[in-house]
C-alpha cells in the first residue's frame, strides 16, 4: 500500500477472532488508517452491488441513470439509518417488503 501521509511505522491493534477472543497484532499506519474510514464505502458499494445493470440489451445511459438512482438510493438509506441509530447492514429491499 501507497501513502503519502503515513509514515512507514507499526502500530499495535486489537483483532478479533473467531472465537470472540482479541489479539492484538501490529500492521502498518496506512493500513490501520485504511481499516478505521472503509466502513462506510465499502458498505455503500456492497449495497449498491446487489442490483446488477450488466444487461447488454440495456442501453448506456439507462445504465448511467440506474447506477445514479441506485447510488442515490443507498447514500439516503444509509443517511437514514445514521438518523435513527441503525445499523445499516441489511438490505433496503428487505426493509421496504416489512413496511408493506
Known amino acids: 500500500m501507497l501513502s503519502n501521509c503515513h509514515k512507514a511505522e507499526?502500530?499495535?491493534v486489537n483483532r478479533t477472532m473467531k472465537d470472540v477472543s482479541k489479539?492484538?497484532?501490529?500492521c502498518l499506519v496506512p493500513i490501520e488508517f485504511y481499516n478505521?474510514?472503509?466502513?462506510?464505502?465499502?458498505?455503500?458499494?456492497?449495497?449498491?452491488?446487489?442490483?446488477?445493470?450488466?444487461?447488454k440489451s440495456c442501453k448506456w445511459w439507462k445504465k448511467v441513470f440506474f447506477r445514479l438512482l441506485i447510488s442515490a438510493v443507498v447514500n439516503s438509506w444509509i443517511a437514514y439509518c445514521g438518523l435513527k441509530h441503525?445499523?445499516?447492514h441489511f438490505l433496503i429491499t428487505s426493509y421496504l417488503l416489512q413496511k408493506n
Open 10 to 12: 507499526y502500530v499495535k
Open 23 to 26: 489479539e492484538e497484532f501490529e
Open 36 to 55: 478505521k474510514i472503509m466502513g462506510g464505502v465499502d458498505l455503500a458499494d456492497q449495497m449498491a452491488n446487489v442490483y446488477k445493470l450488466n444487461r
Open 86 to 88: 441503525r445499523k445499516p
